[in-house]
């Protein structure tokens, strides 16, 4: 299996963070903002109006059962504020059609270095992870662990052209590509969070080891029947540059600079309550210390 291609890190942070996906779409940088450097503020002050997936846990879905809608339901009651949403299925389009649209105003998780959208202060920074069944005791933390030659590794690709994740693309590095298995992050939409599949492969046994997105993971492996370790991948930079840990902001549209101090305000006060349901939910949260400043716009758009 040929896996060659490297995706946009950002953008495949959004398919994994936000949809698995990613808070998961294939938008990418590419795809240019609008010419205008500056957009009149539209966002609601009589509303909290979550871009969200209705299908997507641990995330979201339509119940509101993921973590990120518990996070919405904090910064909605801080600031006194009923929680609306419009769902969308986190693919291409996604940002276009839902924040750019004006449909909604936040969307609750996206890599902090986002470029289609102004990103707050990162509120939770999280990593790849090795998964594996606790009875086989592979003991797997390292991309250079020999062993990875001879399992059946279970991975992630983003769209229908074998779009590389990151630890893939350090495997390939490593020579490591005839015993990958790749499993769709879109999966069948039908089913409920279709990038759980790769989770239950290696339930199941049918791979050894799964490289997954670590809130993902973390979450379906405390479901698990037959006990499942997820560790962080090490090292968590792997030379020349590509990261396998990535901090996740709140993200709204460029020009609503007050909108966004005032969430982080809220992200800010709250930040205990926040800490709790991604320890709830077994978000791998690798982030200490206050958070950092929030990122400058790039490009010097507002």
Not at 92 to 114: E, N, Q
Not at 161 to 176: Q, S
Request: aromatic share 8%; charged share 25%.
């Amino acid at each position: 299996m040929k896996l060659f291609r490297r995706v946009h890190l950002p953008t495949l942070l959004l398919s994994l963070a936000l949809a698995a996906g990613c808070s998961q779409n294939v938008e990418t940088a590419s795809e240019p903002w609008p010419e205008a450097p500056y957009i009149e503020p539209r966002y609601s002050k009589t509303a909290l109006r979550v871009c969200s997936d209705p299908n997507n846990l641990p995330f979201s879905n339509e119940a509101r059962a993921g973590f990120e809608n518990k996070i919405a339901d904090v910064i909605g009651a801080e600031l006194g504020l009923p929680v609306e949403y419009t769902w969308w299925a986190q693919r291409r389009g996604f940002i276009r059609s839902t924040l750019r649209g004006f449909k909604c105003d936040v969307v609750i998780g996206v890599p902090t270095s986002f470029e289609l959208a102004l990103t707050s202060r990162p509120y939770y920074k999280s990593t790849y992870v090795f998964v594996t069944r606790n009875d086989r005791r592979l003991a797997i933390e390292n991309l250079d662990d020999p062993i990875l030659k001879e399992l059946k590794i279970g991975a992630h690709l983003i769209g229908d052209d074998n779009a590389n994740a990151p630890p893939l693309h350090a495997l390939n590095r490593r020579g490591i590509i005839e015993n990958i298995v790749g499993y769709t992050v879109y999966g069948d939409y039908k089913e409920d969070s279709p990038p759980s599949r790769l989770i239950k492969a290696v339930e199941s046994g049918e791979v050894d080891v799964g490289l997954a997105w670590g809130p993902l993971a973390g979450f379906y492996a405390r479901q698990s029947r037959v006990g499942l370790s997820v560790v962080p991948v090490k090292p968590e930079i792997d030379l020349p540059y590509l990261p396998m840990a990535y901090e996740i902001s709140l993200g709204v549209r460029r020009g609503e600079d007050e909108y966004l101090t005032l969430l982080e305000g809220a992200l800010d006060r709250r930040r205990d309550d926040i800490d709790a349901i991604l320890k709830d939910y077994g978000v791998p949260n690798t982030m200490t210390g206050p958070p950092p400043p929030r990122l400058q716009n790039i490009g010097g758009l507002k």
